[in-house]
C-alpha cells in the first residue's frame, strides 16, 4: 500500500464523504480515515447496539481525560445523554440516524448522489406526510401544494386566493419584488401575516411544516428561498418534494460516497486512532508542506500534500501541525444546542387529521377525521409541534418528529427522530429527557389507532442528547484553514441543522472544498511514478472540469457487460 | 410489469452477490475471470465500477447477478454494512497456500451469518489452486505478463513452482476446509483465477441454489429487505435517475 496521497480526509461526515469520493474521482489518490468504527460520524446511522456504544463512550468519556482529542470533542458536543436501557434484540434490523434528513428531490445533494453513482447502491422512498401536531391523539394536514390547497374543504375562500397568492409569489421570482423589499430580514411569520394577510393558522402552517422553520424570529429570506425550492422539487417522483433515504438515509448514502472513493482506488481506514499530524517542511522545490500522519497500529505514518479534516479532530491539527502559528483565532462559527430524542416503537404511529389550518375566526367545529387515517399508518412522516402547541413544550423555538418506518427500511416497525432547537445558550447542560418527554408522550398517543380500544404503547427504545452544533456562517467564504495563512489544511464547515436542508448543504460544502483542493494541488504532480501507487499515464495532467466526471453509463441490453 | 405470463425466459432474477476475504487471496481476480474471462499475474485487477452485472444461464432460469467487489475495503476492516445489505450471495474466498487466509473467511463466513441476510447462499472457494498443481504450465494463460515487474509484498509465491514442490506450498488441505464448508452448510470449490479452474461453476452452483421464488415473491411484495437491490417500486420507492424514472406523475398502485 502507497503511503502517500495527494489528499488525506480526515472523518467520514457526509461533507467529508462526498468530497473525498469527488477528488478520487477526479484522479487525486485519497486516504479516508475515522476513528469510529463505522462511517458517517454525525450523520452517521447505527444499530441499536452502536447506538448504544455511540452513546456510552460520549457520556463516559468526560470521565476519561486520556481519551483521544477526538472523543473529547464529541463529548462536549454531547452531553446530558440520558442512561440508555439495554437495547431490544434484532439490534441490527434497527438503523437509527443521528441526522435525520429529508432530500429534496432537486437541489446539490440529488445531483450529487446522481452524478456520482451512488443512486445506485441504495433506495429511496418518497414522504408521505406533513402533519402539524394538534391536540392528543389528532394533527392537522399541511397543505402542500396548490392541489392540495384547491382541494381543501376546510379553508374559507378568502382563506383559499390569500393562500395561494402566497404560493404564486414563493414559486415565482420573488428577489427584488416589492413584497420583499425591506423585509428580507424580518421575522418570516409576521412577514406572512402583514403581507400576505394570513390567518395565525395559516401562517404557523407555512413557517414551522413548509419551510421548516425553528423559531417565529426566523428571517424571511431564507425561508421563502427554502420553500422556492422545494415547490419546484415536487412533482420530480411523486406528490412531495421530499425523498427519504433507507436504512435511515444519511448514514446508509456516506457509506455508498466512500465506497465510489474505494472503488476508484481511494483507500478507506477506519477505527483506527490519531496519534499525531505534523507537518513536515516543502521538500525541495516544492512550495508546499507535507503532512504526516501517525495512526494507531500503523508503522509507517501516512502523508499527504492536503488534509480536509471535519472539526472535531482539528485538536490534532492546533497541537501538531505547525511549528510557528501558535495563534488561535476565535472560532469561525456560531453555535446552537438542540435537543434531540430517539424513540423505537413497536407499534406505528397513526395521522388521524383535523382539517387543514382554517382562518382564526372559523373555530375547528364539526371537523371530521378522515376514515383513511384511521386505518393506514404513517411511514415516512414529519410531524411538526410549532412553538407553543404542547402545554409542557418550548414557547419559543418548534420541534420536528421524523418518523421512518419499515417501508424505509429503518426499523421492523418505526423510529422516531425528534429534534428541538433551544434557546439560549446557558452555561448548564439542560436535562434533554425532560426537555423532550412532552414530545414523546404527544407522539406515542398516535400510536393508538384512532377510535379503536387500543392503548397507547411505549417506545421500546429511547435515547435523549443535547447536541451542540455549530452553524454555518452566512458568508461566503466558509471554507477557512484552521491556521493562518494554511492552504493546504482545511476543516469542512458546520452543514445546516434544518431537516429538510441538511443534505443540501453537505453537497455544497463538499463541492466548495473540492475546488478548494483542486486549486491547492493543481500544478504539482505527487506522484513522480515509482514513488507509491502506480498511477495511470499522464493522469496529473488532466484538467479538472467539473466536480463530478460523467458516469459510465448503463449498457444493459446484452448479457455479459460490466458498468 | 406488463408481460407476464409470456417472458418466462427474459425475465431474468437479479441477485446481489458480493466477495469476501482477506486482501490477496484473489477475490478481484475471480470477478474478473467470470466476468470477461481475463486475468492479471502480480498485479491487482482494476474492477473500478460500483459493480460488475454478468448473466448466469440455467436450464430452466437466467440470473443475473450483480457483483460487488470489496473495492480494497476489506484491508482495513472498513467493508460498510451497506455492502452487505440485500446480498442473496457470498463467495467467501481464502488463499489455498496461506493457512490464515482460511481462518480469515471463517470469521467472513461469521460476521455474513449475522450481518446478512438469513437465507444467504454461501460459497466458499479455496483459491490459488494452480499453485499447488504439479506444473500446469500448459494452461498458458499468462506467461508473458507474469515475467516483469518484481512482486510486491502482497504476491504469492513464484508460480513456476514445479510438481512437488508445488504441492507442498499448499498450506490447506482440501479435506480440512471441505469438512468446515459442509459443518458451516456453505457450497465448496476449489479454484484458480489464474487459470480458470473452478471459477464459471462456483457461480452456477450458487445460482441453482438461490431460491428464485422467494426473491421474486418477495420483490412483488412489500419491498421487506431481502427484495432485490435497487427497488424498482415496491411500496412507494423511487428510482432516482432520471432515465429508469419514468412515468413520474402519481401513480401509486
Ligand atoms: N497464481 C495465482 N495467482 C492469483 C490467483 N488469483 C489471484 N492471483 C494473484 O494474487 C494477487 C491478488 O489478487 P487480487 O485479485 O487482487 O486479490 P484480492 O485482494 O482478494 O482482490 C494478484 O497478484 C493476482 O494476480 C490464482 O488463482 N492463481
Ligand atoms: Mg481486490
Redesign the interface.
Known sequence: ?ASHYDVIVIGTGLTESITAAALSKAGFTVAHIDENL??GGDEASL?LDDLDQWAKKRSAASDKPLSSPYLQAQAEKFVSISAVASPPPHS?QYSVSLLPSLIPSTGPF?AS??AS?V????????L?RVAIYHSAGLVKNVPGSKEDVFKSKDLSLVEKRRLMRFLLFAAGDFAGSKELQGHEDAPFIDFLRTTFSLSMDVATAITYALAFCSAASDPTLPALTRIHHYLRSS?????SPF?VGH?GGAG?IV??F???S????G??????NILSIKQSPPPEGHPQPTYVVELEGFDEPLTSRLIISAPDYTPFLSNGTSQDNTHSSPPPFSSRRVARGVIVIDHPIYFPFLAPPSSDSDPIVGASVSTESMITPV??AVLVFPPSFLPDGSSTTAAHAFITG??S?SAPVGIVNISLPLDGAGSSPPDAKAILTPYVNATMALTKRPSSGDVVSDPIFTLFYIQNQLLPSNSENEVTPPLPDLETCFTTPPISPTLSECADSAAMNAEKLFWKAVNALKGHPTHTPGQGEEIPEGQDLVEIESFWPPL?TIV?DE????? | MADSASGATDKSVQVKLVLLGEAAVGKSSIVLRF??NEFQANKEPT?????????CRLEDRVLRYEIWDT???E????L????Y?NAQAAVVVYDVTKAASLEKAKSWVKELQ??ANPNIVIALAGNKVDLVQPSASTSGTTSSESEDEADDATATPEETAGGEQAESLRQVPRDEAEAYAKEAGLLFFETSAKTGEGIVEIFTEIAKKIPIEHILASTRG????GAGG??GAP????T???NA?KG???C?C
Open positions: 500500500m463505522y462511517y444499530d441490527r440529488i448522489l446522481i453513482g443512486s445506485r447502491y441504495g433506495g429511496y422512498k418518497l408521505e412533482g420530480r417522483y411523486g406528490n425523498l436504512y446508509e457509506q455508498g466512500c465506497r465510489v474505494a472503488v476508484v482506488g483507500v478507506c481506514i477506519l477505527a483506527r411511514d415516512t419499515a417501508g427500511m459510465e444493459d448479457g455479459d457487460e460490466s458498468w | 466476468v470477461s474492477i473500478g465500477a460500483a459493480f460488475l452485472t454478468q448473466k473495492a480494497g475495503q484491508r482495513f476492516h472498513s460498510a454494512p451497506m455492502y445489505r449475522r450481518q412489500a419491498g421487506r429487505p435497487r427497488p411500496d412507494g420507492g423511487v432516482l435517475d432520471e424514472a413520474k406523475d402519481a401509486n
